[in-house]
């Protein structure tokens, strides 16, 4: 069983910069793709970033050039580097592990609130 725990999120200006955590129990980065969902009140659950076991990563449009997505594999980490933060990123964050190859395996993290607000 591999447990998430996220960090990081909180109020911020609208323009400014967070940095979310997502640590893994386990050294799992090296077979898991790690990624980066949000949901905002009343929307379903949306991909925001994430990066395979070999390092591609893909963005989801509205984040593209202002959210990276990274890992440190020394520290069973994932990080969400979002810049330039608007009204509409405010949604909780979850962290997501994804194991393609058998046996399947897909773990979440609990979350953490995303506030972007003057």
């Known amino acids: 069983q591999v447990q998430l725990v996220e960090s990081g999120g909180g109020l911020v200006q609208p323009g400014g910069s967070l940095r979310l955590s997502c640590a893994a129990s386990g050294s799992i980065l090296s077979i898991y793709t790690m990624g980066w969902y949000r949901q905002a009140p009343g929307k379903q659950r949306e991909l925001v970033a994430r990066?395979?076991?070999?390092?591609?990563?893909d963005y989801a449009d509205s984040v593209k050039g202002r959210f990276t997505i990274s890992r440190d594999n020394t520290k069973n980490t994932v990080y969400l580097q979002m810049n330039s933060l608007k009204p509409e990123d405010t949604a909780v964050y979850y962290c997501?592990?994804?194991?393609?190859?058998?046996?399947?395996?897909?773990?979440w993290g609990q979350g953490t609130q995303v506030t972007v607000s003057s």
């Open positions: 997501n592990a994804d194991k393609a190859i058998l046996p399947r395996r897909n773990y």
């Open positions: 990066i395979t076991s070999g390092g591609s990563t």
